[in-house]
């Protein structure tokens, strides 16, 4: 007798058959004498839309919401380009499941998706839909090295011990169905109505948005000030020059440099000019200073797109999702930054292998303390870490995302890096001065684990001094600084937050601290490792937010909706915190699927009822509806929007649309504009002078925008005019 096996991907089934030396590919399986090994491709299915369970749910009016269907239904997935048809691969792949299932020699199945909520659901939504009777194993597993996938083999567990991280996973999917339907919905009908342009509502999304927004008004409210600090160049006796600043006790108590009053350095400045000083204090310490800890998902996407120009956090997840799939790291969907105990052996002989080769090699010492090794410090998987095979053949992008992980991970088992501290204080002499001037020094001893990365040491050096020596004043400055402004978020500054809903963030270069490690742990967050990134993406795609290089700010639209959208609950990071929480719990089997869901049930019904009875002027402050000139496909208005001017009768299937970053207008040195698309529509074409060819010279052009009958999609076309 046989068992089925589902994998999430074909490259992860590909993965298992290899493990067993199955080479025997069919259409959609492998087939061994134990195990037929088959794939899901991500999500099979769906949850039904609206006007599958009711078709009168096709069109949108305001008196059919809230709509709440008694029973949660799944259907094959859509078409990823025609929302109306079923994916043919989904559901071809489905019926080989089901005759796989179905089989005489088959006797159970295992499914093989990844260890999470949403890995789980992809599965379980399968078992369900095709209502077998067969028993179900789970295998869990955090990689899937050959060496891995046979243990896993040996330590199955029944399916139905997974049954809280199902109810988790349904449960999300079924709050978010609950929320976008209705809010989406209703939203578009209330306050953009007639418009290109959904309104898009989600409870993940409006948090997001809200905390750029957040960032962007204290920018804008930021009042510029200026304060001032004396520096002095002190000459030692052997004519070495060492810098220090002036600093007095505040009204606070504390040693401060910074002064409001220029006048008062001024005055310091010219009793001192001339004079000595002498060294009243010399500290000096010996400090550490740790490796970062190991990379959690959201870690990682910081780390690399604060680096790398172009990349994003989605980006950093489906590179590092390859490098997963094919073996080279652990499971990436991770909030731990700690590996489990029970990993030491495994990890030794994955540094063992990795470290062959390196330069430092001599310096990679196994070590198995608790910065590395905590099993309180992990939740569910542990942190990203490489496996023992060494990849070939990577693309540039993977390289990068390989690079860091292997990088990091190696840098745990090297010497600490150490450096010694020095203070100096020195006193004016001959004068009666409130203050005294601070010098500081550092000199790295111990380079450690900053080899690993070449991490340059922009040590200040200070002159061998003893206390009580005399020093020269040599130099006197006033410098006058300016307080900056907050800066725009950045991905990496906005995952991190997301991470903890705000909860004891702290700016880069700092330890994570155990109020934060505990926050990550206990799933208060905004979202999960899994769906950040593409929540991101999301606000970019929805036209909320946008990026300025490697910063993010809202857009118009995004701006509007904070400020007018009535349901203020869905902007609350404490309210999204508790809903993430509370999954989380339901995952943990401590709280119950039911009691989450008539939560969301009460507040998507109370949310519906807010936005019918909001009288605000948020529909006025929309983009204007007036019509821009006639849609040559179909003869409606072609209206504009916040990023681009299309056919008022897109609901209906018009796909008419110029898109205002149109990259052939923008290569070509010209932008998409009002009069330009008024001009197009009248005429048929646009005239444009003063273009430049890639030779410097210019010429003058006529641009149509002509559909390709083939591929349905519409291209701008060039027709030169005679100078003649």
């Given at each position: 007798m046989k068992k089925v096996i589902i994998a999430e991907k074909p490259s992860v089934a590909k993965n298992i058959a290899d493990a067993f030396g199955i080479r025997s590919r069919q259409d959609g399986y492998f087939e061994g004498e134990e195990y037929l090994i088959t794939w899901a491709f991500g999500h099979l299915l769906q949850l039904y839309d609206a006007k599958d369970y009711d078709e009168n749910m096709k069109s949108w009016r305001l008196e059919k919401f809230p709509f709440i269907p008694e029973t949660f239904k799944y259907k094959v997935k859509s078409d990823g380009k025609n929302k109306a048809i079923v994916d043919q691969?989904?559901?071809?792949?489905?019926?080989?499941?089901?005759?796989?299932?179905?089989?005489?020699?088959?006797?159970?199945?295992?499914?093989?998706?990844?260890?999470?909520?949403?890995?789980?659901?992809?599965?379980?939504?399968?078992?369900?839909?095709?209502?077998?009777?067969?028993?179900?194993?789970?295998?869990?597993?955090?990689?899937?090295?050959?060496?891995?996938?046979?243990?896993?083999?040996?330590q199955l567990r029944p399916n139905e011990e997974m049954q809280s991280l199902q109810d988790a996973g349904m449960g999300r999917q079924w709050a978010d169905w609950m929320i976008g339907i209705n809010l989406t919905s209703v939203a578009t009908v209330k306050y953009a109505s007639g418009e290109k342009k959904?309104?898009?509502?989600?409870?993940?999304?409006?948090?997001?948005?809200?905390?750029?927004?957040?960032?962007?008004?204290?920018?804008?409210?930021?009042?510029?000030?200026?304060?001032?600090?004396?520096?002095?160049?002190?000459?030692?006796s052997k004519n070495e020059v060492f810098e220090g600043t002036y600093h007095e006790t505040n009204a606070e108590g504390k040693l401060s440099e910074k002064f409001e009053d220029k006048v008062v350095l001024e005055n310091i400045e010219a009793l001192i000019k001339g004079k000595q000083g002498r060294i009243i204090e010399k500290q000096v310490e010996m400090k550490k200073e740790y490796a970062p800890l190991l990379f959690n998902l959201s870690n990682l996407q910081g780390y690399v797109t604060s680096k790398y120009k172009g990349w994003t956090s989605d980006k950093v997840l489906k590179v590092a999702q390859s490098l997963y799939e094919k073996k080279y790291i652990t499971y990436p969907r991770t909030g731990s930054m700690a590996l489990e105990e029970s990993l030491k052996d495994r990890t030794k002989k994955v540094l063992d292998t990795l470290k062959v080769g390196l330069p430092y090699e001599n310096q990679i010492k196994f070590a198995t303390h608790k910065r590395i090794f905590d099993n309180a410090k992990v939740e569910s998987h542990s942190a990203i870490v490489p496996t023992y095979i060494k990849p070939k053949n990577l693309s540039a992008d993977e390289s990068i995302v390989y690079e860091a992980v292997k990088n990091r991970f190696i840098m745990q088992f090297?010497?600490?890096?150490?450096?010694?501290?020095?203070?100096?204080?020195?006193?004016?002499?001959?004068?009666?001065?409130?203050?005294?001037?601070?010098?500081?020094?550092?000199?790295?001893?111990?380079?450690?684990?900053?080899?690993?990365?070449?991490?340059?040491?922009?040590?200040?050096?200070?002159?061998?001094?003893?206390?009580?020596?005399?020093?020269?004043?040599?130099?006197?400055?006033?410098?006058?600084?300016?307080?900056?402004?907050?800066?725009?978020?950045?991905?990496?500054?906005?995952?991190?937050?997301?991470?903890?809903?705000?909860?004891?963030?702290k700016e880069e270069g700092e330890e994570t601290s155990e109020e934060m490690m505990a926050s990550i742990l206990s799933g208060f967050s905004i979202g999960t490792p899994a769906t950040r990134a593409e929540t991101i993406k999301k606000l970019k795609d929805t036209g909320y937010i946008m990026a300025k290089g490697k910063s993010l700010t809202c857009t118009d639209l995004g701006r509007k909706l904070v400020e007018n959208f009535p349901v203020k609950e869905l902007f609350d990071l404490e309210y999204t915190g508790r809903l993430e929480k509370t999954l989380s719990d339901i995952e943990k089997g401590k709280f119950?699927?039911?009691?989450?869901?008539?939560?969301?049930?009460?507040?998507?019904?109370?949310?519906v009822e807010i936005i019918k009875q909001d009288t605000s002027q948020f529909g006025g402050t929309m983009p204007s509806r007036e019509s821009v000139g006639t849609c040559p496909l179909c003869g409606n208005s072609i209206i504009e929007t916040e990023r681009a001017f299309g056919c008022s009768n897109w609901k209906s299937g018009c796909k008419y649309t110029i898109w205002k970053n149109d990259k052939y207008i923008a290569s070509i040195g010209k932008s998409v504009t009002r009069r330009m698309v008024e001009l197009l529509l009248e005429n048929g074409k646009v005239g444009f002078r003063n273009l430049k060819s890639k030779k410097g010279t210019t010429y003058a052009a006529y641009l149509k925008y002509v559909k390709d009958e083939k591929t349905g999609y519409f291209n701008w076309q060039m027709e030169f005019i005679d100078k003649a």
């Open positions: 691969g989904a559901q071809k792949q489905i019926k080989t499941i089901k005759s796989l299932i179905a089989r005489e020699d088959v006797e159970a199945i295992i499914s093989a998706t990844d260890y999470d909520r949403e890995g789980q659901v992809i599965a379980d939504e399968i078992f369900l839909y095709l209502k077998q009777g067969k028993p179900i194993y789970r295998i869990l597993l955090n990689e899937w090295t050959p060496e891995e996938v046979k243990k896993g083999m040996q959904l309104l898009n509502i989600g409870r993940v999304l409006l948090p997001t948005l809200k905390i750029v927004y957040d960032r962007d008004k204290e920018i804008e409210s930021f009042k510029s000030s200026t304060y001032h600090k004396l520096v002095a160049d002190f000459r030692t090297m010497p600490i890096a150490e450096y010694e501290e020095t203070k100096l204080t020195t006193k004016i002499e001959e004068v009666n001065l409130k203050g005294v001037f601070i010098s500081k020094g550092k000199v790295q001893l111990v380079e450690g684990w900053k080899i690993v990365e070449k991490i340059d040491n922009k040590d200040t050096v200070l002159p061998q001094i003893i206390e009580n020596e005399i020093v020269d004043v040599a130099k006197l400055a006033i410098h006058a600084i300016t307080r900056k402004p907050p800066k725009l978020h950045t991905e990496k500054t906005l995952l991190k937050i997301m991470e903890t809903c705000g909860k004891a963030f119950q699927k039911e009691m989450f869901l008539d939560m969301i049930k009460k507040f998507t019904t109370e949310a």
